[in-house]
């Protein structure tokens, strides 16, 4: 009689299991798409984090978040590149960004290209902390050596006049590189260098770019 009852015990048991097994099983058949949708999203996340230019498909997504260049714009602004910043190289060979078009496709003959433009606001946004960090801590400091007089000694006054004025600060004063100090260094410099008529970087393609810096 006993045996009986441990024998029932056990049938019920795995009567429960698998009846807690089916329910289950239904549950995620009726929300596949639901669950696949979120996997898929934790995914992006993850590889959008550590994206670099191999990763990208050759769809260029220009400073309006259109595809395709902005053929009409400035040669920074078409290029992605509102910074104008040189092609790059390391031990002879090209040496690219994330997000950085490969020379060999690379259309401009001087300048990088990249593939979305807030992959270009972050390359600017790159280059200006590091000079925060060699102890250029100002706009006169930045701007010298972004466009040396070397260069053009008086387009370079302009320049960080124009910069300091933007950033309603003095020429001298020290800044320290917060991100709403990156973002408006950067929009100054995006406008100097291809129009001061028109506000290339956004408050959105600014946030984006500062948020790729990590």
Known sequence: ??????????RVQLGLALGAFGVISFVVYVNR????????????????????????SKQII??????????????????????????TTKDGKPYLWNGEVPHEENTDS????????????????????????NGKDSV???????APASEN????????????GQLKVKP?????????TLSAIAKAIAKFENG??????????AKKAYSLLT
């Open 1 to 10: 009689m006993g045996t009986v009852k441990i024998l029932q015990d056990k």
């Open 110 to 133: 001087r300048f990088k290209q990249f593939y979305d433009f807030a992959y270009g606001v972050r390359a600017l946004m790159l280059n200006l902390k590091a000079y925060f960090k």
């Open 62 to 87: 220009n400073y309006l978040g259109q595809i395709g260049q902005a053929t009409k714009a400035p040669r920074g602004i078409k290029n992605n590149n509102p910074g104008n910043i040189n092609k």
């Open 172 to 180: 001298d004063s020290t800044l320290l590189p917060t991100e709403k």
């Open 140 to 146: 006169r400091k930045i701007i010298s050596t972004w």
């Open 153 to 164: 000694k008086e387009s370079t006054e302009a320049y960080i006049n124009y910069v300091a």
């Open 196 to 205: 001061t008529s028109t506000e290339w970087v956004s408050d959105a393609t």
């Open 33 to 56: 798409k639901k669950i696949g949708e979120v996997a898929s999203t934790a995914t992006e996340k993850i590889v959008s984090a550590t994206k670099t230019t191999k990763a990208y």
